[in-house]
């Protein structure tokens, strides 16, 4: 591997305040100190907020709204109605 092209990989807290969660994991995004950090079991990580993860997602806890159980063709033809062609074309 070339030496001084890859971007630094090391451990990062994604953090979804909306569900109150926090994954340490390994990142490229190590690479940006200049963000806030956490401190998690006495070590201090850099953190990335997230807006949607697994804990507050709608389909993953059950909240999602269901969607109109009209089907998508009788939608369409109650919205154009059904065209009659006159004569022999295809």
């Known amino acids: 591997m ?10 990062v807290v994604f953090r979804d305040r909306s569900a109150d969660l926090l994954v340490l ?17 006495g070590a201090t990580y850099p953190v990335v907020d997230v807006d949607v993860s697994s804990a507050s997602h709608p389909f993953w806890t ?6 109109d159980t009209e089907g998508r063709v009788q939608a369409f033809q109650r ?12």
């Not at 994991?25 to 079991?41: F, I, K, N, W």
């Not at 919205?79 to 295809?90: E, F, K, N, S």
């Open 62 to 67: 059950g909240r999602g709204r269901v969607v």
């Open 25 to 41: 994991t390994r990142s490229t995004l190590v690479g940006r100190q200049d963000g806030p950090t956490v401190e998690l079991d």
């Open 2 to 11: 070339k030496k001084d092209i890859h971007p630094a990989y090391g451990p």
């Open 79 to 90: 919205r154009y109605g059904a065209r009659q062609t006159g004569g022999g074309g295809r």
